[in-house]
């Protein structure tokens, strides 16, 4: 019997390992219902640790999270093939997941971020292996990361013209470094550091 395309397509493949599966792990099943679970395992989407807390950054926050959400969404099309079905899958079920706080993050620095995001997944009980690209790498927006998105912005505005993110970028720490399955994810630009700066 002839296998529909859409049934192997590299969108229906990306909701099977990064969605579907995870919801299946024990740590996750055992997790109560809640905000915490379904992120885990009805979404997918990038964990962010913000570092950054001047008073500027209240108005950019938001901003980044808006042109980074569209930026994705963008990029699903070019990306994935699949059916319609898939695709439309594949947007409703993005989502981000910021940790905001003044008291535990500010001024953090990508090993303290790294040891963070390593924390939180182990007070979940999630397993060390089989995890999806998505929770062995965290993204980080500390002062150098909004500094250059404000700038951007504000150059925009002078030029009475709508902003260009393009080049606007963001930091990719890997938790677990190195780690010889995110090499076709970040490759050698991490550089020996266990983190990269990534445009979008």
Request: hydrophobic residues 40%.
């Given at each position: 019997m002839p296998v529909h395309q859409h049934h192997t397509s590299p969108a229906s493949v990306f909701?099977?390992?990064?969605?579907?599966?995870?919801?299946?792990?024990?740590?996750?099943?055992?997790?109560?219902?809640g905000p915490e679970r379904d992120f885990?395992?009805?979404?997918?989407?990038?964990?962010?640790?913000?570092?950054?807390?001047?008073?500027?950054?209240?108005?950019?926050?938001p901003v980044f999270l808006r042109y980074l959400n569209n930026s994705v969404h963008r990029a699903l099309r070019r990306t994935f093939t699949g059916s319609d079905e898939e695709i439309e899958s594949l947007t409703t079920t993005y989502s981000s997941k910021v940790f905001s706080s003044p008291e535990i993050y500010a001024k953090l620095n990508e090993e303290s971020i790294r040891q963070a995001f390593h924390d939180f997944k182990v007070s979940l009980g999630l397993?060390?292996?089989?995890?999806?690209?998505?929770?062995?790498?965290?993204?980080?927006?500390?002062?150098?990361?909004?500094?250059?998105?404000?700038c951007v912005l504000d150059l925009s505005s002078m030029a009475e013209e709508d902003a260009d993110v393009g080049g606007c970028w963001v930091k990719v720490v890997e938790e677990n470094?190195?780690?010889?399955?995110?090499?076709?994810?970040?490759?050698?630009?991490m550089g020996g550091r266990g983190w990269h700066s990534m445009h979008w």
């Open positions: 909701l099977k390992e990064e969605v579907y599966r995870l919801g299946a792990l024990p740590g996750v099943r055992s997790l109560p219902p885990l395992a009805l979404s997918w989407g990038p964990i962010i640790y913000r570092t950054s807390y001047a008073p500027e950054t209240k108005r950019l926050l397993p060390e292996t089989e995890l999806p690209s998505r929770l062995r790498i965290c993204l980080m927006l500390d002062d150098e990361v909004l500094a250059h998105l404000k470094f190195p780690d010889s399955r995110m090499e076709n994810i970040v490759g050698v630009i």
